[in-house]
């Protein structure tokens, strides 16, 4: 009896490691996509400015 109640005790043990290991991995995978998304969002925000300052230096040009 002893040994069976012990065997039950490392198995829940593993198991609840294994849960805790699962869910670290899933945190650290969306914290990865944020940081991805973040610097997409990034990316396209400099490109957009850097878009903008050259029509307007375009129009300025034009405007001379």
């Known amino acids: 009896m002893m040994m069976m ?11 609840m490691m294994m849960m805790m290991m699962m869910m670290m991995m899933m945190m650290m ?5 944020m940081m991805m ?8 925000m400099m490109m957009m400015m850097m878009m903008m300052m050259m029509m ?3 129009m300025m040009m034009m405007m001379e």
């Open 5 to 15: 109640m012990m065997m039950m005790m490392m198995m829940m043990m593993m198991m």
């Open 37 to 44: 998304m973040m610097m997409m969002m990034m990316m396209m």
């Open 29 to 33: 995978m969306m914290m990865m996509m």
């Open 56 to 58: 307007m230096m375009m």
